[in-house]
């Protein structure tokens, strides 16, 4: 026996004694030692953290591609307003080609930025709701799309808060209407069949 009882054994007669004779062949030493293998998914399907677990793996992505989606938007329009304002100027060339490189740059950053800040605010607002509801359904969806809306336009006053809250519910409706499997369009089809 070592000082540390038997984690460590003093020479290797004793470490086959106490393991057996089961050791490796391989790599010379003794499986016991490596703990049982433990589940394989962190949370149970139906607890507290799982639901919020998975809406806080579908932030980063949601927030990314945001902020793509509005840079290459903002990019294309800031193309179109370029071209029109280098043309109505009469500029050609070097200056026309940098002005229109301007154009597109930052009217792709500005679209983007606001795009990308609009699906934080609803990551942010979705991840609370689910956490403080316990539970994932559609209604945190609806939730976090007028909170979203709300908070975005709240410095405009309350007629366009309360347009920001409709433009949120209705996309959170388009959203829902396309990607939940249990809606009213697939009962209706399904009920045709």
């Not at 029109?84 to 070097?94: E, M, P, Y």
């Not at 336009?153 to 409706?173: C, E, F, N, P």
Request: hydrophobic letters at 40%; glycine letters at 12%; proline letters at 4%.
């Amino acid at each position: 026996m070592s000082i540390f009882g038997d984690i460590l054994p003093i020479n290797k007669n004793e470490e086959k004694k106490q393991a057996g004779g089961n050791l490796s062949p391989y790599l010379n030493f003794d499986p016991h030692y490596i703990p049982k293998m433990q589940p394989e998914f962190i949370y149970p399907d139906d607890s507290h953290m799982a639901s919020t677990a998975r809406r806080s793996n579908v932030a980063l992505p949601i927030i990314g591609m945001s902020f793509m989606t509005g840079s290459g938007l903002g990019g294309m329009a800031g193309l179109y307003k370029g071209l029109r304002a280098t043309t109505l100027a009469g500029q050609i060339g070097k200056v026309r080609r940098t002005q229109v490189v301007n154009y597109i740059m930052k009217q792709g950053t500005t679209t983007g930025c606001t795009l990308g800040i609009i699906a934080s605010f609803y990551s942010c607002i979705a991840l609370g709701v689910t956490w403080l509801r316990d539970k994932e359904d559609t209604s945190n969806t609806f939730i976090a799309a007028a909170a979203t809306g709300v908070i975005y336009k709240s410095t405009a006053g309350l007629r366009s808060v309360g347009l920001g809250a409709a433009v949120g519910l209705t996309l959170a409706g388009v959203y829902t209407l396309v990607t939940d499997n249990d809606n009213i369009w697939s009962k209706a089809k399904y009920n045709r069949l």
